[in-house]
């Protein structure tokens, strides 16, 4: 008796207990709710005439004056020198720590709360204590960056074949044991990513210029903000330059004489009053009535603290907004850099385009684009739609690339539906949700800029000198990040395994 | 000259043995009931299909011999970044101290290159000790191994498939100078010609038991079969 089935319906396809449909849902789930939220969004646009400044802006990046900067070089170089000490103090806190990573839940909790603050929040707080300083800077850069590499030169060690450590004797000391079997097996993800890394802190360094640093960022930032487009545009393409040419001027044979060299250029030092700095750890940074023992004028301290509610709700929202305009921006633009679509000189165009939204620093992305629209919540989601877009998109075309089609003619947007993109969607997504850290951050950072989020009071408190309500507020903006990070890492593809018939093993070192 | 160790055997000449024992893998039971005895001077060729547990025997050969064994395992055990010569050198990482180690890493301590250099001569390595592991082939990957495993001058050899990927010729040769450097040998195999030619004692796995046990001169390759019969 023979029983045909009923066609799929419209939804069926949501209802299976498979990745694919449960990715589906995921994503219809998150498309759903922003756009459920967007009428919250101030996505308003405030200056009078934006495309005649978007006009000027061009002009000045196609005409770039190269002599309006008074010392574009040595700018150039604090910028390196900073980054590239940043990331040497980095690995010397991390490496330590990334040994004990996953044996301590206090280093791994110690970590994610270090990372959860943003490189220049870190700054605005080292800043009222060590003033403008390269100590300032180095701190800034090394702290969030030794809790990164903790964990993720944690998590590389962990998944290096352990055969080769298996055969040695069981007397082999631990040293030996590490420099001969598990080093050399590790050594070149580590190496190749903290050469990423490197390239991430060359971007914060230039953010550095926005709290006063002298880095390019600091004459980006003056030259644009007073509409010296000519100039800026010269050192926009400075610094393009500089990530471009990364492969060459950053070589590995290279890294000693630019680590001597910089060394000499790292300053100012500041004199730090041991008084202050004491008055400042033990007294400024802690509410009132804490102090004072009065715990119950506690909550009125509290209230004290600006409208804080409009302003994590932004934060939120407008994290969920980039996450999703991240997707967006990255399923339309990997297949310009694929080698499956398009011509060399199509793929040359796309790679261009997206290497540059890649490389801009989305603070400074956002801060061109706020120029152009006013302070809304639109050019923020813009500007992280696009570089993490643009990030994801990169990584989809090569992960594409290495697929051969089962079907050898089909081309175009059925060779995109039908070949290409079920086989890297679930990779798309787990880069998008390890993104969304990431993005978070950010979100927080971009009300330096005058969007109402958490970072746009954390601004002003430290502007007010109101240190205990500053610290207060990046504790908040850190919890809500670590928060985030859980609930991304839940939803991450290759947390969805298949439904299993046995239950999971209990992970080892976890007590019951 | 590497100079062989000697075991003490006990009163009865027996270094390691099993006694109704219940192997496992993975939490997988292997042999429920295995009793094996080893006496010193035994040259044990180990037989029987893939997966029958010829591993899980000679790993706990290893553990219960600890550092009387110089242990060969499959050419994958191989650092595959580091040269040949360090590769060698961990053979006797724990006989350093960790600076020494440490020190050896960035340049090679001459007396040890010395020494592994001669070794690697009579295994057909020479000129490639700089060579990085992976870039060399698997025929040569296999002698890396074996060179490994001579270096820890230990008194018994456990080899687990040692000459599999090198030709016959070279295999018989290799198998000699195992054979001439320790004192006792147990060595899983596939080829029952070389198990016959070059060892005196040949134990057959199958389903969980040992199913041989047996001079090699009182077999012939006919007797093997049965080890290979897939029913």
New interface residues.
Partial sequence: MSRTEAPAGWFSWLRGDNVGARLLRLTLAMIAITLLLLPWADLSITTHDPWGELGRMLKGMLLPDITATESPLRALLLTIAFALWGVVLGIVLGFPLALIFMRSRLVRTLCAFVRAIHELFWALLFLQVFGLSAITALAAIALPYAATFAKVYAEILAQIDRRPARMLSSRTDRLSRFVYTELPLAWQRLSGYTRYRFECALRASVLLGFVGLPTLGYYLESAFRQGRYHEGGALLWAFYLLIALLPWWAHRRLLVPWLLGTAFLLGPWPSVNPTLLWQFLSHDIWPQPLLSGDIAALPGWFSGLPDLLPAIGNTLLLGLMSTVGSLLVALLAWPLVSRHFGNRATRTLGRSTLIVMRSTPELLLAFILLLLTGPSLLPAWIALSLHNGALIAFLAARHADEIRPGLPDIRGINLYSHELLPRIYPGILALLFYRAEVIMRETALLGMLGVVTLGFHIDSSFEYLMFDQAVALLMITALINMGVDVLSRRLRPDALPERRHQPRPAPVGDSV | MLDTATVDPGASGVIAGFDHACLSHDDHIVFPELTLRIQQGDRIALLGRSGVGKSTLLEALRLRL??QSA?C?QA???????SAY?NIY?GR??H???WQ??IN?LRPDPTCWQEISELADTLGLDGLLRRQVDQLSGGQQQRVAIARALY?KRPVFIGDEPVASVDPRQGVRLLDLINARHQTCVVALHQRELALAHFDRIIGLDDGRIIIDAPANELSASDLDVLYVTD
Avoid: E, I
Avoid at chain 2, 76 to 82: D, F, G, R, S, Y
């Fill in positions: 600890d550092d242990w395992p994958n055990a191989l650092v595959p970044t580091l360090h961990m990482l724990a350093f101290s960790r180690n440490l890493l820890q």
